[in-house]
């Protein structure tokens, strides 16, 4: 791969989004392709459909699984071979964090059976930034949103950040994690450093 995959990964109101849009703005990321999980294909409107509902959690797993695989042999590996750089707002390592958390009970590691599903045929990032946040913060800064997700509860948010600070521990190489309750400008300036860092090559 000539590009580099990075992924920006939190909970909830973490503050990722407003970061993946501020990037997109800026001249020094504009040799980079943005995207973002669940995709805007048709797939991802069926993710979203079933984020709506009531739907078993094997399947809406499988949903995010299929929009993956195919924002995958559509967009992210043709751009990283083609030298382009991919910045995704979530990433497979939502599926192992959130999906992890929806699945438990079901498998005796299900963050770890998740990760395992995707072996084989997934494009791992090159850095993935982890926007960490205490849940009662991001759910309060999420308030005043209109459409909530119906996964925006302090105590499943609680899970899905543990899964995040697990994969992080288990895969130092790959993650950065950053405080994210700061202000905007504080998270940004970390944040625009170290993606830029990245894409030169330094540590
Ligand atoms: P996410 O994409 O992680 O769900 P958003 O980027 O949509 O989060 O941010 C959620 C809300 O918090 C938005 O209203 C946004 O304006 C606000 N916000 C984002 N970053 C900060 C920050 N550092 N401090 C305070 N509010 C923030
Ligand atoms: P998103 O639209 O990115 O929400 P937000 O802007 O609040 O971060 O994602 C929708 C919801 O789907 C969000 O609650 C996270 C969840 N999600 C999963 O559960 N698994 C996944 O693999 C992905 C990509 C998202």
């Keep these: 791969m000539k590009g580099k995959l990075i992924t920006l990964e939190g909970i909830d109101g973490s503050g990722k989004s407003t970061i993946w849009r501020l990037l997109q703005d800026n001249t020094r990321f504009s040799q980079c392709a943005f995207t973002r999980e669940p995709t805007t294909s048709w797939l991802g409107d069926a993710v979203n459909r079933a984020l709506r509902s009531d739907t078993d959690h094997i399947a ?21 071979e083609n030298g382009s750089h991919v910045i995704s707002d979530r990433y497979s390592t939502s599926r192992c ?21 995707h072996k084989g045929w997934t494009i791992d990032p090159d ?3 982890l926007f960490d946040i205490d849940p009662a913060v991001a759910v309060k800064r999420c308030g005043d ?6 996964f925006e509860k302090i105590e499943f948010l609680k899970t ?3 899964n995040y ?9 790959r993650f950065v ?7 905007l400008n504080e998270v ?10 990245a894409l030169e090559g330094r540590e």
């Design 177 to 183: 994690v950053i405080n994210a309750e700061r202000s």
């Design 97 to 117: 964090a959130y999906q992890g958390a929806t699945l438990q009970g079901l498998f005796e590691d299900p963050l770890d059976w998740v990760r395992t599903l």
């Design 145 to 150: 949103r209109g459409e909530q997700s119906k």
């Design 60 to 80: 809406e797993l499988m949903l995010f699984l299929a929009d993956h695989a195919d924002h995958i042999s559509r967009l992210v590996r043709p751009s990283l």
């Design 160 to 162: 899905v950040r543990n």
């Design 165 to 173: 600070l697990r994969l992080a521990a288990e895969d130092r190489r």
């Design 188 to 197: 940004k300036d970390e944040v625009f450093e170290i993606i830029a860092n």
């Design 127 to 129: 850095l993935i930034v």
